[in-house]
């Protein structure tokens, strides 16, 4: 059986979740705790932090923002820029960066800043789509290692001392407590909870001809470089209240674009635009944990009062976990066509990397699927579901 949050849905196979004994877990804790904050305390904190940290002359930039485009990126520019600073933001080009996604990075840059777009090789990018799928089941993790590293290059290449990154993960995503505490991230962040797998860059050296000059971008800054510059990263979802679904709406209003229908596998249109393979990345989850990217969202939005429990596990019964045949309407034959990978060898290795006890297998120990290939999870609510606890009382503030 798999065990639920009793106030959220998710599960305990997610990793760094803990679920405590009254049956909530520490990303419902955490959020509860934002109640306490005092948000104007930490705003003026902000205020000191870019005061202290920004270019006192104008000579270089305020502030250096990782951006994609998306909700969460166009919203910390809006705020950076309203509060009357300047930053440089920053792009690492996502895996296999769809339409939608390119119209809104050129929306990012017509908010009116200067803007460096880091491409890395295609060839080996896509080779390192292939080994990390087959080995530690991401395709995606290319992405999240650029995602950290291209920013913090730049940063220590042009002497920018403070990165603003949006929401720590870590905090309502749920997370060991220590590094919910943080507000910061470095190396050891990236590391612990960066969600690397275990795998390092330097693995990929000798794999399919890669070499050490191939990985430029893939690597860390050392320490004394951060050291001698003086680059220090916060999170911006510390100083303000985070809420994805509401940074959507914010950045709607400046020109951010939404897909025209749900997302494939989420319940809604306003995020992961711009990756086509983050379908794939998304059911991997699935398989190996037992929740999706629906779940995710569906969480989201029962702590914040827009969705009821017994409503949410319905919409991801539906949703969560289906065979990612298209993702943003591109079949997935195309993306793995990239890779270089069969649908067949596709079908192998998520069956290698599929967590059996999660889901319905027959007699002889074989995964039941559907004619879609979908699977069947064991359970979808705790065996005592017929107790929910009472829903919360309504805290739009926090
Ligand atoms: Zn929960």
């Known amino acids: 059986m798999i065990k639920y949050c009793r106030r959220c849905v998710m599960p305990e196979t997610k990793p760094d979740l803990y679920i405590d004994g009254a049956g ?234 939404t897909y025209h229908k749900p997302v494939e596998g989420s319940l809604v249109n306003y995020e992961n635009l711009d990756n086509v393979q983050t379908g794939i990345h998304d059911y991997f989850k699935f398989l190996k944990y037992g929740f999706g990217r629906a779940t995710d969202l569906a969480c989201l939005h029962i702590r914040r009062e827009r969705l009821r429990r017994d409503e949410a596990i319905r919409l991801i019964r539906r949703h969560d976990g289906s065979f990612p045949w298209r993702y943003l309407g591109t079949p997935i034959e195309e993306v793995l066509d990239e890779i270089d990978m069969s649908l067949d060898e596709f079908v192998r290795v998520c069956d290698r990397f599929t967590n059996k006890k999660l889901f319905l297998c027959d007699a002889r120990g074989e995964l039941i699927k559907d004619r879609h290939g979908n699977l069947t999870k064991v359970n979808y609510d705790n065996a005592d579901s017929e107790d929910p606890l009472p829903a919360s009382e309504p805290s739009w503030a926090g």
């Not at 990782?66 to 930053?87: A, C, F, H, M, W």
């Not at 002497?159 to 991230?185: C, D, F, K, M, T």
Request: overall charge negative; some cysteine.
């Open 24 to 257: 909530i877990c520490s990303a419902c804790t955490s959020f509860q705790a934002r109640q306490n904050v005092d948000w104007a305390q930490r705003r003026a904190e902000l205020g000191e932090l870019l005061d202290r940290y920004g270019s006192r002359d104008g000579s270089n930039y305020d502030c250096l923002i990782p951006v994609s485009g998306g909700k969460d990126s166009t919203y910390q520019v809006l705020r950076i820029l309203e509060l009357g600073r300047n930053p440089l933001c920053v792009t690492a080009t996502t895996d296999k960066l769809s339409a939608i996604g390119r119209r809104n990075i050129e929306n990012l840059k017509n908010l009116g800043v200067d803007y460096i777009e880091v491409t890395t090789n295609p060839v080996v990018r896509r080779r390192i789509n292939r080994f990390a799928l087959t080995e530690v089941g991401d395709i995606s993790w290319p992405e999240h290692v650029t995602i950290f590293t291209v920013p913090v290059r730049i940063a220590v290449q042009m002497g920018i001392r403070l990165i603003v990154w949006g929401e720590n993960p870590q905090h309502e995503y749920g997370g060991p407590a220590a590094a919910a505490e943080g507000n910061s991230l470095d190396r050891r962040w990236l590391e612990e909870f960066g969600g690397l797998l275990g795998l390092r860059v330097s693995d990929l050296i000798g794999q399919d001809g890669t070499e050490s000059r191939h990985l430029i971008q893939y690597t860390y800054p050392l320490d004394e470089e951060l050291r001698r510059v003086g680059v220090t990263g916060i999170f911006l979802g510390y100083y303000m209240p985070w809420d994805g679904y509401g940074n959507a709406l914010y950045s709607q209003a400046h020109g951010f674009e």
